[in-house]
């Protein structure tokens, strides 16, 4: 529901090690209007399969389907790239959500705060 925190997980495996990795998470409407970007911070990573955690608490949306990409990047280029890897709807607000934190829009909104993303190797 809007209002309600969200998270997604990403596994990825990497062949050979990625200096300056980042991951970037877009998220846009249906109709292709990009209204979040967030990536990680930059790190060098060994070969192995991570998972990369990408929470966001704050971010408030009107009630919709969303698609989101990902990207995997070294030194800010994309080495890959996954147009709509993924589709989330945002039902009407939760039940226990602070109304202070809704904010009631026409057509949507814009708000640019961090989405706060950790990677984890898992072999």
Same mark, same amino acid.
């Given at each position: 529901?809007?209002?309600?925190?969200?998270?997604?997980?990403?596994?990825? =495996?990497?062949?050979?090690?990625?200096?300056?990795?980042?991951?970037?998470?877009?998220?846009?409407?249906?109709?292709?209007?990009?209204?979040?970007?967030?990536?990680?911070?930059? /790190?060098?990573? +060994?070969?192995? =399969?991570?998972?990369?955690?990408?929470?966001?608490?704050?971010?408030?949306?009107?009630?919709?389907?969303?698609?989101?990409?990902?990207?995997?990047?070294?030194?800010?280029?994309?080495? /890959?790239?996954?147009?709509?890897?993924?589709?989330? +709807?945002?039902?009407?607000?939760?039940?226990?959500?602070? +109304?202070?934190?809704?904010?009631?829009?026409?057509?949507?909104?814009?708000?640019?705060?961090?989405?706060?993303?950790?990677?984890?190797?898992?072999?």
């Amino acid at each position: 529901p809007v209002g309600v925190p969200w998270k997604a997980r990403i596994t990825f =495996t990497l062949s050979k090690a990625v200096k300056n990795f980042r991951i970037g998470l877009g998220m846009k409407t249906t109709s292709g209007i990009y209204i979040r970007v967030t990536w990680g911070p930059s /790190q060098d990573l +060994e070969p192995g =399969t991570y998972q990369a955690e990408i929470s966001d608490d704050t971010t408030i949306f009107v009630a919709g389907f969303y698609l989101l990409n990902i990207s995997l990047m070294s030194f800010e280029k994309a080495f /890959q790239f996954v147009d709509d890897a993924a589709t989330i +709807e945002l039902t009407d607000r939760g039940h226990d959500v602070d +109304e202070d934190r809704i904010l009631h829009t026409t057509g949507g909104s814009l708000i640019l705060t961090p989405m706060d993303i950790v990677i984890t190797k898992l072999t």
